[in-house]
T-cell receptor, first 112, second 115 residues
Framework: GNSVTQMEGPVTLSEEAFLTINCTYT??????LFWYVQYPGEGLQLLLK?????DKGSNKGFEATYRKETTSFHLEKGSVQVSDSAVYFC???????????FGKGTKLSVKP | DTGVSQDPRHKITKRGQNVTFRCDPI?????LYWYRQTLGQGPEFLTY????????KSRLLSDRFSAERPKGSFSTLEIQRTEQGDSAMYLC?????????????FGPGTRLTVL
């Protein structure tokens, strides 16, 4: 079945630093891919999505490109803020069942 | 509508007791999902409903677990004879079937602690 592997954290950055969180997937076909974010004390929220190969998802300054050649969907942001501190999950659509398959999550802490 | 709600937010129980959680999805959403999240892990799929029909169950869902969505609106997840290994965050999500990419909206979760 489909699976997702993302880099382990925690990741600690200074404000305005560049962020990359690596994510690779294995799947039959080309499932939709997502990044979900969980801010402290809050529920999971969709951050961005890409529904087919070469799509670029973007939101709140974050970007991720669906690359089928490398089966990757890395999350990037050029300049992180303290408010970006959260746990980030790389997620694959599970297919016919409609369920989502989550990576283990990467905790990001941004220091002022 | 303020999103997906779950009740209770926290539950502490003794091993062997039964517990029941409730999820109220976004009102027009016809798909409802249950996930379980343990510490340091991502959520894992348990089961999902389309309207009132339970269409898929994960192998993680042992016989002690049962879920219902009797009128295609709210859902309940019951765990019988709880074990310490059941301690986790139980998440509910809902989505609209016609959504092209199946965006799922998550509730805040119910944190279960089995003593």
């Amino acid at each position: 079945g489909n699976s997702v592997t993302q880099m382990e954290g925690p990741v600690t950055l200074s404000e305005e630093a560049f962020l990359t969180i690596n994510c690779t997937y294995t799947a039959t076909g080309y499932p939709s891919l997502f990044w979900y974010v969980q801010y402290p004390g809050e529920g999971l929220q969709l951050l961005l999505k890409a529904t087919k190969a070469d799509d670029k998802g973007s939101n709140k300054g974050f970007e991720a490109t669906y690359r089928k050649e490398t089966t990757s969907f890395h999350l990037e942001k050029g300049s992180v803020q303290v408010s970006d501190s959260a746990v980030y999950f790389c997620v694959s659509y599970g297919g016919s069942q409609g369920n989502l398959i989550f990576g283990k999550g990467t905790k990001l802490s941004v220091k002022p | 509508d303020t999103g997906v709600s779950q009740d209770p937010r926290h539950k502490i129980t003794k091993r062997g007791q039964n517990v029941t959680f409730r999820c109220d999805p976004i009102s027009e959403h016809n798909r409802l999902y249950w996930y379980r999240q343990t510490l340091g892990q991502g959520p894992e799929f348990l089961t999902y409903f389309q309207n009132e029909a339970q269409l898929e169950k994960s192998r993680l869902l042992s016989d002690r677990f049962s879920a219902e969505r009797p009128k295609g609106s709210f859902s309940t997840l019951e765990i019988q004879r709880t074990e310490q290994g059941d301690s986790a965050m139980y998440l509910c999500a809902s989505s609209l079937l016609m959504s092209s990419y199946n965006e799922q909206f998550f509730g805040p979760g119910t944190r279960l602690t089995v003593l």
